[in-house]
């Protein structure tokens, strides 16, 4: 049985979760996210019409699915509530079918402007975050000072917790970082009014978790950023905040381990990365900015240009491995779809010496010269195929041989944005 799927990236974030986690709901009861907060922007494509998510799980469109946020999302109340009423707007009955975990943490508004004073500080060093303060409601947690959905609904605990709080920021705001201290009472009110809409929304998403799975139900986990940003085992320190691996499915969920029975790891046909930090295989001429152009590679969040670069095997080595990767989904073949001559990187030549699988860290990263293999491209266009046996002959055997690469299967290959172009070869992914 596949009944608990947990979907992550294998690169550096925006390989296509969002379009995938919807396209599988159509077979499932629920979607939870685990880790990760409104940094995220998942873009599905339905019938021409793009709804992007950043906090909602990626089921929201599909009306009967329960949509979940579990403990390892950080909550910021103002996005949440934002992205519901978007929703709302086009008609879209989101509170009927979303729960959130009242162990999440929040986000409150002097995480934001530490997140964008410490970035201005760093100067060229930055990281290159989202600003949407990620690094320090996670920092909160660690520190055993977060304030968590729980808080929202006891006015003295809240804002007790508040005061102590912002009491440390403010003192940080003023003394080493230079920028304005934030108000007490403007951000209780605040947030103390969003309570009120959030309140029906909790629930024990652990137990409900359990519960589907006691029903045989079948539950898919989406991840958020990628393998490559997770804050262990990416290119530290140009990473997120969080595990973004799929044993972070448990932990951001309240389930055990023990319940995930298949991990599906979606991968760019290419590759690209937001933000700074190293990125072997980028390539910074006109191919580059091809892929750029044809892949519409502008961050779902921030709009910010997306650097792009060659399919790099070595790397997805590194995460099919961490991960448990069993199938691989790739996406955005179609951006593929004219260049003449393809490489895939197989290993680097770092100090002298040949490595097949990306080293941990930005350090040792950055001293990564790609190895490449060369294959033909091909001329006709795959946007949109959604049968194998139409794909052009090239573009097939570009994919056996990262099949043969990285040793895992390829169960699903995605043409298009549309949630209809999509090409399923493992159907026991919707069974
Ligand atoms: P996520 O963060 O992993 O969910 O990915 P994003 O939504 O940030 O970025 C992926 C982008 O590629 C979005 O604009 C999608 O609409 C688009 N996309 C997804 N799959 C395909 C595909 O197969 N082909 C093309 N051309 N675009 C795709
Ligand atoms: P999805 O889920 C791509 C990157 C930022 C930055 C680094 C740290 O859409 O794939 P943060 O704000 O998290 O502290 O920023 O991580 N980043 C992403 N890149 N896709 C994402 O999410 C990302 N979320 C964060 O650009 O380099
Ligand atoms: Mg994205």
Redesign the pocket.
Known sequence: MQNNIVII?TQW???????IVDWLTESAKAVVRFQGGHN??????INGR?T?LHLLP?GILHAGVQCLIGNGVVVSPEALLKEIGELELLGINVRNHLSISEACTLILPYHVRMDQAREAKKGTAKIGTTGRGIGPSYEDKVARRAIRIQDLFDQTIFANKLKENLEYYNFLFEHYYNVPVLDFNQICDSILTYAKDIKPLVSDISRKLFNLRKNHQKVIFEG?QGTLLDVDLGTYPYVTSSNCVAGAAATGSGISPKMIDYVLG?VKAYTTRVGSGPFPTELTNEIGEGLAQ???EF??TTGRARRCGWFDAAALKRSIQINGVDGLCV?????MDGIEEIKICVGYIRNGKKYDILPFGSDLVVKCEPIYETMPGWTDST?GITEYAKLPTTAKNYLKRIEEIVTTPIDII????ERS?TILINDMLFK
Not at 331 to 335: C, G, N
């Open positions: 990236g974030g925006d390989e296509g979760k969002g379009k995220a922007g998942h873009t599905l494509v793009k992007v990626s958020a979606i044809r892949g519409k961050g779902a996406t955005k073949l179609d951006v946007a995605s043409t298009g944005a172009e």
